[in-house]
């Protein structure tokens, strides 16, 4: 079969669209060790998407990009309270990082063009098909940086504070510890929309001079990331509210059955359970929006 990225013949691995440096954190920190994830929520499950896409060589490529993107960024951001707390710019990056996004981003687009953007014109096909090749050549070092299909990166954290109204109950939680790879066609602009618990990367395959996006985007060499001073457009808040909501409605397909494991589970695992990033942030959502509609560990 031929492997997505270097387009020779070859024997395909299951390679994973999320990295799974990502799910093993989420699982590390959940109350009970297991995950559920988005329409499977009545199936636990070890591990994320991985569809044959990349030969070894390719595999070895992209782990070149994320073992110091782990490393370096993704387990310091999420380990280190006090550096979440600070002002900013919480990291200094290098080459991988922007080589990394690039990585995740033609991923997440490899895959979901593979299953057919049906929905997306004959225009933001075509934009699709152009963002793909960019980043691929980006990657494969045939070219320099990744033109106008930017690639930017948020650091998230619960949120200190906040003066919007009707957010989700259980938005920090989001915020923090869901995984969503997906392609997004707002009224403006078509990007990836990879959320990796507290990182989000955003790959433009358009984007629109009218969006201000500051403060977020990667630069190849080397720059700055993450802190407070950074400025998004509204609609990609609205957009991340009906996610967390969409999450809260698959959480209440939940079986009794399934519902019932759970709570055994976490009996069997008290210590741990109560010692866990995800029951800590579920308390916090419940501080900050009161109970929620849906009993919603993991
Ligand atoms: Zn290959």
Redesign the pocket.
Known sequence: MQ??????E?ALCDSHIIPSFVYAWLKETSATGYMRLGREINRRVQDGLKPKL??E??EK?FSQFEKPFAANLFYPLHKDDALRLSPGPWFRYESWCMKFVASVSWRVLTFFSQLGLKNFTEEQQRATKVALSTWRSFLLGESENPRAHELHMILLDRMADHTFSNLPKNFNRYLVRSIEPDVVRGKESIFVYAKMCRVLIIGFIQKSPNEKWRGTKLHVRKGEIGGLNYELPSQLLKNMCDRAQRLIELETKLSPRQRQKIDDEFEKQKERALNSECLSISLYDYEMFGPPDVDSKE
């Open positions: 492997c997505a990225l270097c387009q020779q070859r990349l030969c060589e390719c490529r």
